[in-house]
C-alpha cells in the first residue's frame, strides 16, 4: 500500500508544473549555494577597502557589489545561504524525528497516556517563543547551538501533533489489529506499521516546515539573536541591509530577493507535495 502511494504521488508530483519548477528553482539555489566560493575569485572573510559599498557592475569582481566593509556580496550572500539551508535541513530533521516519535507513542498509546502528552505539547505551545530564545540566550550565551535548540523547540510541536493524529486515524486498521493479534510489541507496530503509513503526509508537513525554520532562522538572526558575526545567514544579511537601505540598497537586495526566492519555491513544493498525497488539512 505504501509503495503504491508513493508511485502515486510521484506521478501526480511530476504533472504539477508549479512544483516541478519550484523544484528546479531550489535545486539551482542549492548548486549555487554549493559552488559559490569556486564560482567567484573573493574569499568570504576578504576585505577590499579599495571599493567599500560599491554598486554592481562596477567593479568586476564583484558581481553583487560590496558591503560597508568591502566584503563580496555574491559570497556573503550564497555563504548566507548555505547557512540558512544548513540550519533549517538539520533543524527540519531533528524536529520530524522528535516530533514521530512523539506522535506515533501518544497516538498508539492513547488514554491516560495520550492525554498527558498532549498537555505537554499545549503547555510548551504557549510558551512566547521570542521570550523562551532570550532565556536561553541569557543563560546560555550567544551560539548556534542556542538558535539550534530554539528552532527545534519550535518546530517539533506541530509535527507531533500531526503526527498523532495520522496514528489515531490508522490504529484501529485491520492491519494494525492484526499486527497486534500476532504477538507484536507496542515498539514493533509503532516502527514496522504505523510509521510507514504516516511517513507520505508528514513528508509533506516537513516539506512545509523547513520554510518555516528558515524564516524563523532569519527573523532571529535580524533580531541579532541568531547567527552572529563574521558568519553569516540570510537573515544577518537582511538585517544589515536594512540599515544600508538608503545609502546602499543592494546590500539588501541580494540577500532579501534569494530568501524570497526560496521560500516561495519551498511553500510551492510543499503545496505539490500535499496535492500529490491528497493530504487535508488537519481539522
Known amino acids: 500500500m505504501t509503495a503504491a502511494l508513493w508511485r502515486g504521488a510521484g506521478r501526480r508530483l511530476r504533472a504539477n508544473p508549479a512544483a516541478v519548477a519550484a523544484l528546479a528553482v531550489i535545486a539551482i539555489l542549492v548548486l549555487l549555494a554549493l559552488a559559490a566560493p569556486a564560482l567567484n575569485p573573493n574569499s568570504v572573510d576578504a576585505l577590499d577597502w579599495s571599493e567599500v559599498a560599491t554598486a554592481p557592475g ?12 568591502g566584503r563580496d556580496l555574491f559570497v556573503r550572500t550564497f555563504e548566507g545561504a548555505r547557512t540558512s539551508m544548513g540550519v533549517g535541513l538539520v533543524a527540519g530533521v531533528v524536529s520530524l524525528t522528535l516530533g514521530l516519535g512523539f506522535g506515533s507513542i501518544a497516538g498508539y498509546a492513547g488514554g491516560r497516556a495520550d492525554y498527558v502528552m498532549m498537555r505537554i505539547i499545549e503547555t510548551l505551545s504557549g510558551l512566547p517563543l521570542v521570550f523562551f ?29 500531526i503526527v498523532r493524529g495520522q496514528t489515531l486515524s490508522i490504529r484501529r486498521r485491520e492491519f494494525i ?6 504477538g507484536g510489541s507496542p515498539a514493533r507496530v509503532i516502527i514496522r506499521h504505523i510509521v510507514p503509513n504516516v511517513i507520505g503526509p508528514v513528508a509533506v508537513y516537513a516539506t512545509l516546515m523547513v520554510p518555516q525554520i528558515i524564516l524563523f532562522e532569519s527573523f532571529l538572526s ?19 541591509g536594512a540599515g544600508e537601505i538608503e545609502a546602499a540598497p543592494w546590500i539588501l537586495l541580494a540577500p ?26 488537519p481539522g
Open 58 to 69: 562596477r567593479v568586476h569582481a564583484h558581481w553583487f557589489g560590496t558591503d560597508r566593509l
Open 133 to 161: 530564545v532570550i532565556f536561553l540566550t541569557v543563560i546560555l550565551g550567544r551560539s548556534s547551538y542556542v538558535l539550534f535548540t530554539s528552532l527545534v523547540a519550535v518546530s517539533w510541536l506541530t509535527m507531533a501533533r
Open 177 to 182: 489489529e492484526a499486527a497486534v493479534a500476532s
Open 222 to 240: 535580524f533580531l541579532g539573536l541568531g547567527i552572529q558575526e563574521p558568519h553569516a545567514s540570510l537573515g544577518t544579511l537582511v538585517a544589515e
Open 256 to 281: 532579501g530577493i534569494l530568501l524570497a526566492l526560496l521560500l516561495v519555491a519551498l511553500n510551492v513544493l510543499g503545496d505539490g507535495l500535499r496535492d500529490a498525497f491528497d493530504v487535508r488539512e
